[in-house]
C-alpha cells in the first residue's frame, strides 16, 4: 500500500516556474514507477510526465517536453516534477500516481495510487 501527497502548486505568471513534490508512504516505494497526470477545468485528465524506479527512464508528453523535468530522490520517499516557462494551458489539478510496477507508462488505468492533487494556475 502506498500513499501519496502532492505539494508546491500555487499561482503563478506565465513564463514563471513551479516545483511540485510527490512524498510517498510505504518502505517499497522505490520500486515503484510514478507518473505526474493534470486535469483542468472541463476537460479529461491526461498524461504529464512519468518515471520508472530508478529514474532511469523518463518520459513526457510533446507539449511540456523541454520544459517540466520529472526527478525521483528514493532515499527521501519523492518524486518532483519541475515546471518551467508555465503557459496558461498548464493550468489544472495535477495529479501524482503511483504503480505496483517498476516501469512506467503514460496509461493512466496503469496506476492503482493517487494523491489528492495539487492546483497550479498560470495567470497571462
Known amino acids: 500500500q502506498v500513499q501519496l501527497v502532492e505539494s508546491g502548486g500555487g499561482l503563478v505568471q506565465a513564463g514563471g516556474s513551479l516545483r511540485l513534490s510527490c512524498a510517498a508512504s510505504g518502505r517499497t516505494f522505490s520500486s515503484y514507477a510514478v507518473g505526474w497526470f493534470r486535469q483542468a477545468p472541463g476537460k479529461e485528465s491526461e498524461f504529464v510526465a512519468a518515471?520508472?524506479?530508478?529514474?532511469?527512464?523518463?518520459y513526457y508528453t510533446d507539449s511540456v517536453k523541454g520544459r517540466f523535468t520529472i526527478s525521483r530522490d528514493n532515499l527521501k520517499n519523492t518524486v518532483y516534477l519541475q515546471m518551467n516557462n508555465l503557459k496558461p494551458e498548464d493550468t489544472a489539478v495535477y495529479y501524482c500516481?503511483?504503480?505496483?510496477?517498476?516501469?512506467?507508462?503514460?496509461?493512466?488505468?496503469?496506476?492503482?495510487?493517487w494523491g489528492q492533487g495539487t492546483q497550479v494556475t498560470v495567470s497571462s
Open positions: 518515471i520508472s524506479w530508478s529514474g532511469g527512464s523518463t
Open positions: 500516481a503511483a504503480r505496483g510496477a517498476r516501469w512506467a507508462t503514460m496509461r493512466e488505468n496503469d496506476y492503482a495510487y
